[in-house]
C-alpha cells in the first residue's frame, strides 16, 4: 500500500512538472524589451537590430510553440499580445530606417511571418485572434509602432501578469494627456475609440462608460467630444 502511494505521488509530481514545463517561456523577449526600450514606451529600433539574433530567436519560439487547448485563457492572451508587439518591432528593422509605419505597402495586410507552419499578417493577429477574446484592454497592449499608439511596455506579458497589466496599460493610456484629453467642459480622445467603438460596449455600456472606468477625470453629459488627429511618427 505504501509503495502504491509512492507511485502515485512520483506520478503526479512528473505530472506537474511536464506541465510547467508547456507554459510559454517569454523571457527572452522580456530582456529584449528591458534592454531597448524605455519606461515611456520609446523603442530603439536600432537597439533590436544590434541584438537581432535573440529577437529572432523568439522568433523562433513562438513559430515552434504556438498555444495548445491546455494553456489558460491567460496565457493564450499573453503569447497573442506578445507575438503582436515582436512581430510589429520585426516589421519595422527589416525595413528601418524609417519616419512612419505608413511608409510601407499594407503593413497589416502581409503575411510576412509564420506561426506553427502557417502564414500570418498583423491584421489576422489582432482580428481573427485578439479581438476574439472580446477584451477591449487589448487595444492599450498592443502596439503599431506609432506615437499615438498606446506605448510599448518594456516587460513581456504573461499569463501571470496579463490581467494587471492590461489594466495598468488601459489606465495609463486613457490619462495621458499627449492621447487623451479630457476635462469637466471638452474631450478629445484617441481615434482608437472611434475605430474600434463596438469593442467597447461592454456589459451594456458605450465608449464614455469604457473611459470614465479607467479615468482619473470623469467625462460630464455636457462635455463637447471629438478626436484627436493621429500621429504616426515612429515612436523612437
Known amino acids: 500500500m505504501k509503495l502504491s502511494k509512492y507511485i502515485v505521488i512520483v506520478v503526479m509530481g512528473l505530472f506537474f512538472q511536464v506541465q510547467a514545463q508547456n507554459v510559454f517561456d517569454h523571457s527572452t523577449w522580456d530582456q529584449a524589451l528591458l534592454l531597448n526600450v524605455s519606461d515611456e514606451g520609446k523603442v530603439d529600433y536600432n537597439g533590436f537590430m544590434r541584438d537581432s539574433s535573440q529577437l ?11 498555444p495548445t487547448e491546455s494553456w489558460t485563457r491567460d496565457e493564450k492572451l499573453a503569447y497573442w499580445i506578445n507575438a503582436y508587439n515582436a512581430y510589429t518591432i520585426k516589421l519595422i528593422i527589416d525595413s528601418y530606417p524609417l519616419k512612419s509605419i505608413k511608409e510601407l505597402k499594407d503593413p497589416w495586410g502581409t503575411k510576412f511571418f509564420k506561426i506553427d507552419g502557417e502564414w500570418y499578417s498583423l491584421g489576422e493577429l489582432e482580428h481573427k485572434i485578439l479581438r476574439k477574446f472580446n477584451d477591449p484592454r487589448i487595444h492599450f497592449a498592443i502596439n503599431c509602432a506609432s506615437f499615438s499608439c498606446p506605448v510599448v511596455w518594456n516587460r513581456a506579458y504573461t499569463g501571470d501578469n496579463v490581467h494587471e497589466a492590461l489594466n495598468d496599460q488601459t489606465k495609463k493610456f486613457i490619462n495621458d494627456p499627449t492621447r487623451n484629453t479630457i476635462t469637466n467642459t471638452e474631450v478629445n480622445v484617441s481615434k482608437i475609440f472611434s475605430w474600434y467603438k463596438k469593442d467597447f460596449k461592454v456589459n451594456g455600456g458605450d465608449v464614455k462608460d469604457f473611459i470614465n472606468r ?8 455636457q462635455a463637447k467630444k471629438g478626436y484627436k488627429e493621429y500621429d504616426w511618427s515612429l515612436n523612437e
Do not use: E, W
Open 56 to 66: 529572432y530567436r523568439y522568433f523562433k519560439q513562438l513559430s515552434d510553440n504556438p
Open 214 to 221: 479607467y479615468a482619473d477625470v470623469k467625462i460630464g453629459k
